[in-house]
Protein backbone atom coordinates (compact mmCIF):
# COMPACT_ATOMS: atom_id res chain seq x y z
CA UNK A 1 0.00 0.00 0.00
CA UNK A 2 1.15 3.70 -0.76
CA UNK A 3 1.69 5.51 2.98
CA UNK A 4 0.31 9.24 3.20
CA UNK A 5 1.92 10.92 6.02
CA UNK A 6 0.31 14.77 6.59
CA UNK A 7 1.79 17.03 8.60
CA UNK A 8 1.52 18.87 10.96
CA UNK A 9 -1.57 16.43 12.46
CA UNK A 10 -3.26 20.08 14.20
CA UNK A 11 -2.23 23.64 13.64
CA UNK A 12 -3.46 26.76 15.10
CA UNK A 13 -3.88 29.73 13.04
CA UNK A 14 -5.75 32.89 13.04
CA UNK A 15 -8.34 34.48 11.18
CA UNK A 16 -6.39 36.42 8.31
CA UNK A 17 -3.33 34.21 8.23
CA UNK A 18 -1.89 31.99 5.93
CA UNK A 19 -2.03 28.37 6.32
CA UNK A 20 -0.01 25.32 4.76
CA UNK A 21 -0.30 21.60 5.20
CA UNK A 22 1.44 18.72 3.26
CA UNK A 23 1.17 15.65 2.44
CA UNK A 24 4.11 13.06 1.75
CA UNK A 25 3.23 9.53 -0.21
CA UNK A 26 5.65 6.73 0.49
CA UNK A 27 6.15 6.79 -3.14
CA UNK A 28 5.57 8.65 -6.42
CA UNK A 29 1.98 9.36 -7.32
CA UNK A 30 2.53 11.23 -10.10
CA UNK A 31 -0.38 14.53 -9.77
CA UNK A 32 -3.13 11.44 -8.47
CA UNK A 33 -3.78 13.24 -4.56
CA UNK A 34 -7.06 14.91 -3.87
CA UNK A 35 -7.39 17.23 -1.02
CA UNK A 36 -10.95 17.23 1.56
CA UNK A 37 -11.88 19.46 3.54
CA UNK A 38 -14.47 17.88 6.93
CA UNK A 39 -16.37 19.72 9.61
CA UNK A 40 -17.37 18.11 13.06
CA UNK A 41 -20.33 15.95 12.61
CA UNK A 42 -20.50 16.56 8.49
CA UNK A 43 -18.78 14.47 5.29
CA UNK A 44 -16.20 15.10 3.53
CA UNK A 45 -15.99 18.07 0.64
CA UNK A 46 -13.78 17.98 -1.95
CA UNK A 47 -11.53 21.05 -2.01
CA UNK A 48 -9.10 19.98 -4.76
CA UNK A 49 -8.37 17.25 -7.59
CA UNK A 50 -5.56 16.09 -9.41
CA UNK A 51 -3.19 17.80 -6.69
CA UNK A 52 -3.77 21.77 -8.18
CA UNK A 53 -7.30 21.99 -9.73
CA UNK A 54 -10.28 23.65 -7.85
CA UNK A 55 -13.04 21.86 -7.31
CA UNK A 56 -16.24 24.33 -8.44
CA UNK A 57 -17.92 26.44 -6.12
CA UNK A 58 -14.17 26.49 -3.49
CA UNK A 59 -13.11 29.84 -2.95
CA UNK A 60 -10.12 30.69 -4.46
CA UNK A 61 -8.35 31.29 -1.15
CA UNK A 62 -7.53 27.54 -1.36
CA UNK A 63 -5.20 26.14 -3.42
CA UNK A 64 -3.18 22.51 -4.04
CA UNK A 65 0.60 22.22 -5.26
CA UNK A 66 3.11 19.44 -6.02
CA UNK A 67 3.65 16.30 -7.62
CA UNK A 68 5.53 12.64 -7.26
CA UNK A 69 5.43 12.34 -3.05
CA UNK A 70 5.00 16.10 -1.71
CA UNK A 71 2.18 18.02 -2.04
CA UNK A 72 0.71 20.89 -0.53
CA UNK A 73 -2.41 22.71 0.56
CA UNK A 74 -2.42 26.64 1.00
CA UNK A 75 -5.05 28.55 2.69
CA UNK A 76 -4.53 31.79 2.29
CA UNK A 77 -6.49 34.33 4.63
CA UNK A 78 -7.90 31.92 6.79
CA UNK A 79 -11.78 32.51 7.15
CA UNK A 80 -13.49 31.49 10.65
CA UNK A 81 -15.18 29.08 8.21
CA UNK A 82 -11.77 27.38 6.95
CA UNK A 83 -11.34 25.95 10.72
CA UNK A 84 -11.90 22.25 10.11
CA UNK A 85 -10.14 18.87 9.28
CA UNK A 86 -8.15 18.74 6.58
CA UNK A 87 -7.41 14.71 4.52
CA UNK A 88 -5.11 14.26 1.83
CA UNK A 89 -6.14 10.96 -0.33
CA UNK A 90 -3.71 9.21 -3.43
CA UNK A 91 -5.71 8.20 -5.59
CA UNK A 92 -2.54 6.57 -8.04
CA UNK A 93 -2.58 3.16 -7.11
CA UNK A 94 -5.49 1.16 -5.55
CA UNK A 95 -6.32 -1.11 -3.87
CA UNK A 96 -6.22 0.73 -1.41
CA UNK A 97 -6.53 4.48 -2.40
CA UNK A 98 -5.47 5.61 0.92
CA UNK A 99 -5.98 8.63 2.82
CA UNK A 100 -3.30 10.62 5.00
CA UNK A 101 -4.30 10.50 8.87
CA UNK A 102 -5.58 14.14 8.51
CA UNK A 103 -4.42 17.64 9.72
CA UNK A 104 -6.67 19.22 12.12
CA UNK A 105 -6.76 23.12 11.71
CA UNK A 106 -7.88 25.14 14.99
CA UNK A 107 -8.55 28.86 15.62
CA UNK A 108 -5.57 30.41 17.75
CA UNK B 1 -27.52 18.46 -7.75
CA UNK B 2 -26.58 15.07 -7.16
CA UNK B 3 -27.69 13.90 -3.83
CA UNK B 4 -26.78 10.63 -2.09
CA UNK B 5 -28.46 9.32 1.06
CA UNK B 6 -27.04 6.50 3.08
CA UNK B 7 -29.61 3.86 4.89
CA UNK B 8 -29.85 1.25 7.29
CA UNK B 9 -29.38 0.02 10.60
CA UNK B 10 -27.46 1.73 13.18
CA UNK B 11 -26.79 -1.15 15.48
CA UNK B 12 -25.66 -4.62 14.34
CA UNK B 13 -24.22 -7.29 16.22
CA UNK B 14 -21.24 -9.10 16.52
CA UNK B 15 -20.65 -11.79 13.67
CA UNK B 16 -23.55 -10.31 11.71
CA UNK B 17 -23.42 -9.14 8.54
CA UNK B 18 -24.03 -4.80 7.83
CA UNK B 19 -25.79 -4.38 5.55
CA UNK B 20 -26.36 -0.66 3.76
CA UNK B 21 -27.41 0.75 1.16
CA UNK B 22 -27.21 4.30 -0.65
CA UNK B 23 -30.00 6.45 -2.68
CA UNK B 24 -29.01 8.38 -5.30
CA UNK B 25 -30.60 11.07 -6.70
CA UNK B 26 -30.27 13.98 -9.49
CA UNK B 27 -27.86 11.26 -11.42
CA UNK B 28 -28.06 8.25 -12.80
CA UNK B 29 -25.92 5.19 -11.30
CA UNK B 30 -24.87 3.62 -14.92
CA UNK B 31 -22.91 6.84 -15.66
CA UNK B 32 -20.51 6.37 -12.84
CA UNK B 33 -18.45 4.76 -10.68
CA UNK B 34 -19.33 4.66 -6.90
CA UNK B 35 -17.49 4.15 -3.62
CA UNK B 36 -17.89 3.28 -0.18
CA UNK B 37 -15.51 4.95 2.66
CA UNK B 38 -15.46 4.71 6.63
CA UNK B 39 -14.73 6.62 9.81
CA UNK B 40 -14.20 5.45 13.09
CA UNK B 41 -15.24 7.35 15.54
CA UNK B 42 -12.90 10.28 16.21
CA UNK B 43 -10.43 8.59 13.61
CA UNK B 44 -9.37 9.07 10.22
CA UNK B 45 -11.19 8.09 6.95
CA UNK B 46 -10.92 4.52 5.26
CA UNK B 47 -11.72 3.57 1.67
CA UNK B 48 -13.61 0.43 1.33
CA UNK B 49 -13.64 0.22 -2.45
CA UNK B 50 -15.80 1.17 -5.57
CA UNK B 51 -17.75 -0.28 -8.40
CA UNK B 52 -19.16 0.60 -11.60
CA UNK B 53 -22.21 -1.18 -12.61
CA UNK B 54 -20.92 -4.02 -10.44
CA UNK B 55 -18.50 -5.06 -13.20
CA UNK B 56 -15.42 -3.05 -12.09
CA UNK B 57 -14.96 -3.77 -8.64
CA UNK B 58 -11.76 -2.89 -6.38
CA UNK B 59 -11.92 -3.34 -2.51
CA UNK B 60 -9.57 -2.59 0.13
CA UNK B 61 -7.38 -6.03 0.28
CA UNK B 62 -8.06 -5.51 4.33
CA UNK B 63 -11.44 -6.24 3.57
CA UNK B 64 -11.86 -8.07 0.61
CA UNK B 65 -13.05 -11.33 2.22
CA UNK B 66 -15.97 -9.81 3.86
CA UNK B 67 -16.89 -6.88 1.51
CA UNK B 68 -19.62 -6.74 -1.45
CA UNK B 69 -20.17 -3.60 -3.11
CA UNK B 70 -23.45 -3.53 -5.59
CA UNK B 71 -25.78 -1.72 -7.90
CA UNK B 72 -29.05 -2.04 -7.97
CA UNK B 73 -29.73 0.64 -11.25
CA UNK B 74 -33.28 -0.22 -10.71
CA UNK B 75 -33.66 1.27 -7.66
CA UNK B 76 -30.91 3.79 -8.42
CA UNK B 77 -29.13 2.59 -5.44
CA UNK B 78 -25.71 0.99 -4.28
CA UNK B 79 -25.56 -1.44 -1.88
CA UNK B 80 -22.71 -2.71 1.07
CA UNK B 81 -22.53 -5.47 3.04
CA UNK B 82 -19.63 -6.60 4.92
CA UNK B 83 -20.17 -10.11 7.08
CA UNK B 84 -18.73 -11.27 10.54
CA UNK B 85 -18.40 -8.20 12.31
CA UNK B 86 -16.53 -7.06 15.23
CA UNK B 87 -16.57 -4.04 17.30
CA UNK B 88 -13.50 -2.35 14.61
CA UNK B 89 -15.89 -2.25 12.14
CA UNK B 90 -18.28 0.19 14.23
CA UNK B 91 -17.94 3.54 12.26
CA UNK B 92 -19.79 6.24 9.93
CA UNK B 93 -20.11 4.97 6.78
CA UNK B 94 -20.23 7.40 3.48
CA UNK B 95 -20.99 7.04 -0.07
CA UNK B 96 -19.47 8.81 -2.44
CA UNK B 97 -19.18 9.50 -6.23
CA UNK B 98 -15.95 8.41 -8.34
CA UNK B 99 -15.31 11.33 -10.56
CA UNK B 100 -13.53 10.87 -13.86
CA UNK B 101 -9.56 11.27 -14.03
CA UNK B 102 -8.26 12.05 -10.93
CA UNK B 103 -11.00 9.67 -8.98
CA UNK B 104 -11.76 12.62 -6.85
CA UNK B 105 -14.85 11.45 -4.41
CA UNK B 106 -17.41 14.03 -4.62
CA UNK B 107 -19.90 14.46 -3.52
CA UNK B 108 -20.53 12.47 -0.44
CA UNK B 109 -23.66 11.20 1.34
CA UNK B 110 -24.25 12.45 4.73
CA UNK B 111 -22.84 9.24 6.04
CA UNK B 112 -24.79 6.66 8.76
CA UNK B 113 -23.40 5.50 12.25
CA UNK B 114 -23.51 2.04 12.50
CA UNK B 115 -22.12 0.91 15.97
CA UNK B 116 -21.23 -2.86 16.54
CA UNK B 117 -22.47 -4.16 19.79
CA UNK B 118 -24.25 -7.01 21.43
Known amino acids: DIQMTQSPSSLSASVGDRATITCRAS??????LNWYQQKPGKAPKLLIYGASSLQSGVPSRFSGSGSGTDFTLTITSLQPEDFATYYCQQTYSAPPYTFGQGTKLEIK | QVQLQESGPGLVRPSETLSLTCNVFGDSISRSYWSWNRQPPGKGLEWIGYTYHSKSLNYNPSLRSRVTISIDTSKNQISLKLTSVTAADTAVYYC????????????WGQGILVTVSS
Open chain 2, 96 to 107: ARVGSGWIQLDP
Open chain 1, 27 to 32: QSISNY
